[in-house]
C-alpha cells in the first residue's frame, strides 16, 4: 500500500470521531508560528498547543521569504498579534548552497533553477536573525507586534531564543 493510501485510511479513522468542526476560523492564541518542514519537530507537541490554537507555517528552513505571504494573510484577515519563527539543530538547509541545488537539479532533473532562491544558509543561529531582520523591513506585516526567533534542539526537543 502507497503511503498516500495509509494516510487516507488513517483519516478515515480520524474523522469518523472527529469533535473539532465547530472551531472558529481565528487561532485562539492569535499567533502564527513560522517552522521548519523537519518532520522530527511537532510543534504543537514542542510548544504545547492544540488544534486551533495557532496558524503554524512550514516551509524547508522556517523561511520568513517563503512565508511572508501566509503571514500577512494571518495579520490582517484573520487577527494574529504574534510571531514566532522557529529554525532548528541539525536542519538540511545547513548542508548544501543554493548554487550546489541548482547544479544538482540541473545534472540530475535537467532543469533550470537560477530563478529560485533556495534560501539555504551556513549558520543556524544567523539564519534565525537573518528571518527577523528581514521580517522588521517588510512593510507587508505588522510591526506592532511580538516577533521573536527561536531554535529548537532534534536531539533534546528543547527550544532557546535567538536574539537580534
Avoid: W
Wanted: glycine letters at 6%.
Amino acid at each position: 500500500m502507497a503511503v498516500i493510501d495509509e494516510l487516507v485510511s488513517a483519516n478515515q479513522n480520524y474523522s469518523r470521531d472527529f469533535q473539532h468542526g465547530a472551531l472558529p476560523l481565528p487561532p485562539a492564541r492569535k499567533i502564527a508560528l513560522v517552522v521548519c518542514m523537519d518532520a522530527r519537530i511537532d510543534p504543537a507537541k514542542a510548544l504545547g498547543f492544540k488544534e486551533g490554537d495557532a496558524h503554524v507555517i512550514r516551509n524547508a528552513g522556517g523561511r520568513f521569504a517563503d512565508a511572508l505571504r501566509s503571514l500577512a494573510i494571518s495579520q490582517t484577515l484573520l487577527g494574529t498579534q504574534e510571531v514566532a519563527f522557529v529554525h532548528h539543530t541539525d536542519c538540511g538547509m545547513l548542508t548544501f548552497t543554493d548554487a550546489s541545488i541548482r547544479d544538482k537539479l540541473k545534472a540530475e532533473r535537467q532543469v533550470n533553477a537560477d530563478h529560485v532562491a533556495f534560501l539555504a544558509f551556513p549558520d543556524l543561529d544567523e539564519s534565525v536573525r537573518d528571518d527577523l531582520r528581514a521580517y522588521r523591513a517588510s512593510t507587508l506585516v505588522r510591526q506592532d507586534i511580538p516577533v521573536r526567533g527561536f531554535v529548537y534542539d532534534v536531539k533534546t526537543g528543547a527550544v532557546r531564543e535567538v536574539k537580534l
